[in-house]
């Protein structure tokens, strides 16, 4: 039971990234899958997430509008995609599994997420 996060770089202000996280050894389809991200010397915090028992995604505040969940229900793949990047993005993103289905509140995570992927590095700088 694997995810596989991928996607990250060096991209400048303004610019684009999509984020990949694949899973191997289970189903994504009745789970809950979140994207986090943390900075240098920050919490690890909530972008969004998707709730695969109640066919729902919901963004943290800070992600609305520039960032945008999907999934490839096919090859059992979720992206994340980024506009408009800022330096303030910068920071390892993570994404994890819920199995119990159900999203609840994203800060709690850390400790009831089933599942981590390794985390890939997104730098914005010019």
């Known amino acids: 039971v694997q995810l596989q996060a991928s996607g990250g770089g060096l991209v400048k202000p303004g610019g684009s990234l999509r984020l990949s996280c694949a899973a191997s050894?289970?189903?994504?389809?009745?789970?809950?899958i979140g994207w986090f991200r943390q900075g240098p010397g920050e919490e690890r915090e909530g972008i969004v997430c998707y709730s695969g028992r109640a066919d729902t995604t919901s963004y943290e505040d800070g992600a609305k509008g520039r960032f945008t969940f999907s999934r490839d229900k096919g090859k059992n793949i979720v992206y994340l995609d980024m506009n408009s990047l800022k330096v303030e993005d910068s920071a390892v993103y993570y994404c994890?599994?819920?199995?119990?289905?159900?999203?609840?509140?994203?800060?709690?995570?850390?400790?009831?997420?089933?599942?981590w992927g390794q985390g890939t590095q997104v730098t914005v700088s010019s």
């Open positions: 994890a599994v819920r199995k119990v289905g159900l999203c609840g509140l994203m800060d709690l995570w850390v400790h009831a997420a089933d599942v």
């Open positions: 050894g289970f189903s994504l389809d009745r789970v809950a």
